[in-house]
């Protein structure tokens, strides 16, 4: 799945990932690829992005935004 | 005309004037750039979230504690000047605007137990205030050069709360907008309660109408994306918490775009100001030099003329 993770300072993280770790409202949870279109509020805590090549890539955020398409894109509004 | 030394030592000073000016005219340039860069970056993260705002929206308009229109009772202006002067005319036009706003706004409103108070950003706000009688909630110093969305984040929670805790009615932020390097205009929004539009104009000014920043093409292209899906979304917790989680949101990027843009239009004002001076000085210094020759031209005529004289009268 392609993943946008945005800041106000700018981009955070863009490109193809395999998996996303994010703390939302309710819970923590993974979103893998073909997930069904929603939108969630993050907490505070760290999202983790797992690339293709299991590399992992780590954002602090302190609230946001989650929206995955049913494209197979999330956008995540990071603060 | 004036001794030679009396020339020289006011050459020497009108050179060291223009030096500065020089630098501070660089410093300037540097800084405005600097802001518009960063301005530039959060561009996409506005977008998104406008988008978001508009898919969220979209299903039914939603009633929040920031969206609700009361009777007005109370105004908050936040106005956005600068911290420090030799900015040429920046600061003034807030202040005439300003002034503008509250004479046409008293007119309208025609409500004697109505009233304004400032929140000022920028020290010079504070003066303006004072002159005008108008008391000040809350400032905010040194947000001058780079500003950083942490750094915003206390003014806009304190907008917010009084909003919700009905200590005001209405926020109307004056601010400079940056249009281009050479030319920005004051501009007066309604902040809260909020408004759709308001926001949505905010974030299609971010990028300047000329100039390397320009990118007309990819604002275009977010415009349209903007509204036309329609999506089976699931919403989590659910779409009136989502709602009212995002808007404070909205809010903090939107008066963080107005302090960058008043950021840079005051980096903008203060070069063009510093580059005329610098050009009055270069002037200045032209005409002393010339005068500081001819005075010192007519002193060798002077002596020469002395000598011979006394030869003449030898012989």
Known sequence: MKINALTLKGIAFKGEAESLNVKTLSGEITVL????????????????????????????????????????EVTLLID | MDSTQNIKTRLKAVNSVNQITKAMEVVAATKMRKAQEVALNSRPYAFAALELLKKLTGTLPIE????????????????????RGLTGAFNTQVFRSASQFLAKDEKIINNLSHRYSIVAVGKKTVGFAAKRNIPVIKNFYGVGDYVTPEEVKPITDHIARGFVNGEWDRV??????????????VLIRHVLPV???????TVEEITPEHGRYTNGAETQKHGQKIGTETQDYLFEPGIAEIVDSLLP????????????????????ARRVAMKSASDNADELSHTLAINYNKARQSAITKEIIEITSTQSALT
Request: proline share 3%; no cysteine; glycine share 2%.
């Open chain 2, 64 to 83: 929040t504690t920031l969206t609700v229109k009361r009777p007005v009772n109370h105004t908050v202006l936040l106005v956005v000047a600068s911290d």
């Open chain 1, 33 to 72: 690829d073909h997930h069904r279109p929603l939108i969630s509020v993050l907490t505070k805590g760290e999202i983790t992005i797992t690339t293709p090549d299991r590399k992992k890539t780590s954002i602090h955020a302190r609230s946001g935004f989650l929206e995955i398409g049913n494209t197979n």
């Open chain 2, 195 to 201: 408004n759709m539009e308001e926001i949505k104009k």
């Open chain 2, 172 to 185: 109307v932020a004056i601010s400079t907008h940056f249009r281009t390097t050479l030319k920005q205009d």
């Open chain 2, 249 to 268: 949101h909205l809010i903090t990027m939107q008066i963080y775009h107005l302090i960058l843009e008043a950021n840079a239009s005051e980096h903008s």
